[in-house]
Every structure is written in structure tokens, then in C-alpha cells.
């Protein structure tokens, strides 16, 4: 069961719990490539009656009128000992600035979160990419 999401701009298990560094994000900024990378976040907890796992789907509407969703299909594995986390990395090129809407649903339960995506350019001579916290690019 899905208690709850958000993006972060990075977020790993280390030793059993859930590390997110670089922030939760609530915007995205985006470069030329228009190339968003994210991790989102479900909070999960087990449903009374075993531990199976669940088709999950993402359903992003765009903010565009009457742009086609984008429909993401994938496995909610079950959550053990009670509560817990699931990552999923996404990485796609959104093509209009604005608020997209992802709807995240497994079994009865769905959530729905909102990221906005806005397009900065980036001074060359900074090495900056385009992501929420304007982290310096590593390579």
C-alpha cells in the first residue's frame, strides 16, 4: 500500500533506512536538452493479509491541453516488516515548461504529486546543470 511519494533529486537505502540528499523537490529546472532526472519516493506500508506485490502504474499528465499522459508500467515490490520505501529512477525529456501531474497507483491506492518544470540557461563558464538545487556538474 502507497502512503505517500515525493521527488528527490537524489535517494538511496543505506543500511536498512532511506538517505535522500540534495533536497525534495517541488520544481525542476531543465536545460536545452529538456532532459528531467528524479527520484521518486513511494512510501509503502504492508496491507493486513501478506506481502505480494503489486502492478504500479505512473500516469504524468502533461500541462499542455489535450496532450496525451505518459503512461509508466512497473512492479510495487512488497513492503516488509511494516513500513517502508520503494525508489524509482526517472529519467525523461519533458517538452513544455509548467506543472505536470503524476499520478502514482498500486492496487486501491493512489497518490498524486505535482512537479513543475521550468527551462533556465545556464551560464557556460559555471558548469551548471539543470537540476533543482543548480548543482555543479561532476564531470
Known amino acids: 500500500m502507497i ?3 515525493f521527488f528527490a533529486e537524489a535517494a538511496e537505502a543505506v543500511d536498512n533506512t532511506l538517505n535522500v540528499t540534495r533536497g525534495v523537490l517541488e520544481y ?3 536545460d ?3 532532459e528531467v532526472r528524479v527520484v521518486l519516493v513511494l512510501l509503502t506500508q504492508t496491507q493486513t493479509g501478506g506481502e505480494t506485490n503489486s502492478d504500479l502504474e505512473i500516469k504524468v499528465t502533461p500541462p499542455i491541453d489535450r496532450a496525451e499522459p505518459l503512461i509508466l508500467r512497473d512492479t510495487l515490490p512488497a513492503a516488509r516488516g511494516g513500513l517502508g520505501f520503494v525508489l524509482f529512477g526517472i529519467r525523461t525529456a ?4 509548467g506543472r505536470y501531474v503524476f499520478e502514482v497507483s498500486a492496487g486501491e491506492n493512489t497518490v498524486s504529486l505535482p512537479l513543475t518544470i521550468r527551462q ?3 551560464p557556460p563558464e559555471k558548469g551548471l546543470k539543470g537540476h533543482g538545487t543548480h548543482a555543479k556538474d561532476p564531470d
Open 120 to 122: 533556465i540557461e545556464f
Open 94 to 97: 519533458m517538452r513544455a515548461d
Open 28 to 30: 525542476y529546472n531543465v
Open 32 to 34: 536545452s536538452t529538456r
Open 3 to 5: 502512503t505517500g511519494a
